[in-house]
């Protein structure tokens, strides 16, 4: 169970059909972006702020073997657990599930500050 997900919310982000057809979708829920990608796993949604130098670059980042890659200096970090292969720290990844055709994101709801980094 990601940490996220024990004070979480699941809030609507776009239709399964719509991911699928752009396998990339970058929108704003509750005051964060959130990147969500259509991969061979299915639905990923993680937090697109690279932690190399903390912008938000990851929704440009290029997609393949479960890896997504920062179009910045190269840093590359697990779609399935977050973690650097290349460079280091993690990304930030929230559980997602899809709920009669609607791709569904959990957020945390009152994320302590200590939580946020
Ligand atoms: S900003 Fe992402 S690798 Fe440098």
Redesign the pocket.
């Known amino acids: 169970m990601l940490l996220e997900e024990r004070h979480s919310n699941f809030y609507p982000v776009c239709s399964l059909a719509e991911l699928q057809q752009h396998s990339r979708i970058v929108r704003t829920i509750e005051d964060r972006p959130i990147l969500l990608l259509w991969t061979e796993d299915g639905a990923v949604a993680l937090d697109p702020q690279?932690?190399?130098?903390h912008?938000h670059?990851?929704d440009r980042g290029s997609v393949a073997c479960g890896e997504i890659t920062?179009?910045?200096?190269?840093?590359t970090f697990s779609l399935r657990t977050g973690r650097a292969r290349i460079?280091s720290g993690r990304i930030r990844l929230f559980t997602v599930r899809i709920s009669e055709g609607t791709v569904e994101v959990a957020l945390p709801e009152h994320q302590p500050r200590w939580m946020q980094e």
Do not use: F, I, R
Not at 50 to 53: A, M, R, V
Not at 70 to 75: A, I, V
């Open positions: 690279c932690p190399h130098q912008v670059s990851l920062c179009p910045n200096h190269g840093w460079g």
